[in-house]
Nanobody
Framework: VQLQASGGGLVQPGGSLRLSCAAS????????MGWFRQAPGKEREFVAT????????YYADSAEGRFTISKNDNKNTVYLQMNSLKPEDTAVYYC?????????WGQGTLVTVSS
């Protein structure tokens, strides 16, 4: 199983980025696909999740209204559209796939919000 995260980079406050997570190696129909992040000196925290079958989404308070998680079934890819970025959004963002029996993590992609 592989979760390949990409799309991070340097962006100014108020800007946007779209992260991608390409999933491969198994069927993810029973999984919740999510994004987590870890800022320097802080613990990893939940950002957003989407249920692969129904497409039901859930967001952390910090992401609600600014971030949108979505998926492309044909490409087996999950996205995180991030708008109105703030310096406090600076972190390594990790893709996650979780079911009742298994959890997988991607390698992380760095997002830096700075002027």
């Amino acid at each position: 199983v592989q979760l390949q995260a990409s799309g991070g980079g340097l962006v100014q406050p108020g800007g946007s980025l779209r992260l991608s997570c390409a999933a491969s190696g198994r069927t993810f129909s029973r999984f919740h696909m999510g994004w987590f992040r870890q800022a320097p000196g802080k613990e990893r925290e939940f950002v957003a999740t989407i249920n692969w079958n129904e497409g039901i989404t859930y967001y952390a308070d910090s992401a609600e209204g600014r971030f949108t998680i979505s998926k492309n079934d044909n490409k087996n890819t999950v996205y995180l559209q991030m708008n109105s970025l703030k310096p406090e959004d600076t972190a390594v963002y990790y893709c996650n796939a979780a079911s009742m029996y298994s959890t997988y993590w991607g390698q992380g992609t760095l997002v830096t919000v700075s002027s």
